[in-house]
């Protein structure tokens, strides 16, 4: 029998806790040289934070995931789809995207996979061009050196 093929909220809630996980880390990171109690709470974090990400971040585990996406796997593919339309956000999320979006170029898409991983391309990049608007926006307002010392701003 075929596994159940996870549903937009279960990849939504998969984020979810990966960022609650990685958020306790830094959480019991500030309270790790306390005490031996302290830092062997951090360690805890860290070290469930490690065991769960592969598995969180991608349905069926990310690291299996990507071999069977190359191996022309239908359900691999069509969940790396289903993530991309998601786009959930979390720690190393983007660099999922990209991989996962370099992948699927090359993989063997049905036409209707095809659609809509065009449109999840689409949406990504619409995103990028607001973001980035926003962001020259951002810099004619009077101080933003100022708002952001440090900031690198492109001079272009």
Same mark, same amino acid.
Request: charge should be positive; glycine fraction near 4%.
């Given at each position: 029998?075929?596994?159940? @093929? ?6 939504? &809630?998969?984020? +979810?806790?990966? $960022? ?20 062997? *709470?951090?360690?805890?974090?860290? @070290?469930?934070?490690?065991?769960? /990400? ?7 585990? /990310?690291?299996? &995931? =990507? ?8 359900? #691999?593919? *069509? ?19 990209? +991989? =996962? $979006?370099?992948? =699927?170029?090359?993989?063997? =898409?049905?036409?209707?996979? #095809? ?10 990049? +619409?995103?990028? &061009?607001? $973001? $980035?608007?926003?962001? /020259? #926006? ?7 050196? %100022?708002?952001?010392?440090? #900031?690198? %701003?492109?001079?272009?």
């Amino acid at each position: 029998m075929k596994d159940k @093929a996870p549903s937009r909220g279960d990849i939504v &809630a998969s984020a +979810k806790r990966i $960022t609650d996980l990685h958020d306790r880390i830094h959480e019991t990171f500030k309270q790790r040289d306390r005490s031996p109690e302290a830092r062997a *709470e951090w360690s805890k974090a860290c @070290a469930e934070f490690h065991s769960q /990400y592969d598995a969180l971040a991608f349905p069926g585990g /990310y690291a299996s &995931a =990507l071999k069977k996406i190359q191996a022309g796997d239908s359900r #691999a593919i *069509e969940d790396a789809v289903a993530f991309l339309e998601v786009r959930p956000y979390f720690f190393h999320s983007q660099y999922i995207r990209t +991989k =996962l $979006t370099r992948l =699927l170029k090359h993989a063997q =898409l049905t036409a209707r996979q #095809a659609e809509r991983f065009q449109r999840a391309l689409d949406a990504d990049k +619409k995103k990028r &061009a607001r $973001t $980035t608007y926003a962001i /020259y #926006a951002l810099r004619r307002t009077p101080g933003f050196g %100022v708002q952001l010392p440090g #900031a690198a %701003v492109c001079s272009h």
